[in-house]
T-cell receptor, first 111, second 116 residues
């Protein structure tokens, strides 16, 4: 099966700074998604990027995908205390019918 | 806004007892998932339904776990007997289409299980 690995495992920054999280995966994919999870809650979809896209924006979020390096990054600009959460990348498994989640990056934004 | 409903939100049970979780996906969503998430880890898929049929239960510990979605709408996940290692959050999710890849997965708020 396919699984993305997020890096770093944990990240602590000051409010107003940018936060960058990375995801690496092993085999070719046709899309990659990022999800957010507040402590003790369910996951919420943030953004999907397809293999023919290199960059995508949504508000303060910027996602890049480098298929040659098999990696993706999620950038949160001008972070806020409310951005404190865990962020997961999700990729299709080799069969394409399941979505597999990584272990996540825990982001803590200090006010 | 439509949501995936789950209950109970929290459950404490003694080991060897039975426990059940219920999920009502977003109306019209064909695919329903049960994930298990251990603290500090990502969600792990236990079972995936398309309508009322199981399409993947390769990670479901079938000696103690069972899941059903009888009318292709709501679903129940059962554990019997519960073991200490089952303590985790059980997340239900759904997607509109019948193929997971590339579709937004909508999650419920989860059911926290503590086995003592």
């Amino acid at each position: 099966s396919q699984q993305g690995e997020e890096d770093p495992q944990a990240l602590s920054i000051q409010e107003g700074e940018n936060a960058t999280m990375n995801c690496s995966y092993k085999t070719s994919i046709n899309n990659l998604q990022w999800y957010r999870q507040n402590s003790g809650r369910g996951l919420v979809h943030l953004i999907l990027i397809r293999s023919n896209e290199r960059e995508k924006h949504s508000g303060r979020l910027r996602v890049t995908l480098d298929t040659s390096k098999k990696s993706s990054s999620l950038l949160i600009t001008a972070s806020r205390a409310a951005d404190t959460a865990s962020y997961f990348c999700a990729t299709p498994d080799t069969g394409g019918f399941k979505t597999i989640f990584g272990a996540g990056t825990r982001l803590f934004v200090k006010a | 806004e439509a949501e995936v409903a789950q209950s109970p939100r929290y459950k404490i049970t003694e080991k060897s007892q039975a426990v059940a979780f219920w999920c009502d996906p977003i109306s019209g969503h064909a695919t329903l998932y049960w994930y298990r998430q251990i603290l500090g880890q990502g969600p792990e898929l236990l079972v995936q339904f398309q309508d009322e049929s199981v399409v993947d239960d390769s990670q479901l510990p079938k000696d103690r776990f069972s899941a059903e979605r009888l009318k292709g709408v709501d679903s129940t996940l059962k554990i019997q007997p519960a073991e200490l290692g089952d303590s985790a959050m059980y997340l239900c999710a759904s997607t509109r289409d019948r193929q997971a890849s590339g579709n937004t997965i909508y999650f419920g708020e989860g059911s926290w299980l503590t086995v003592v």
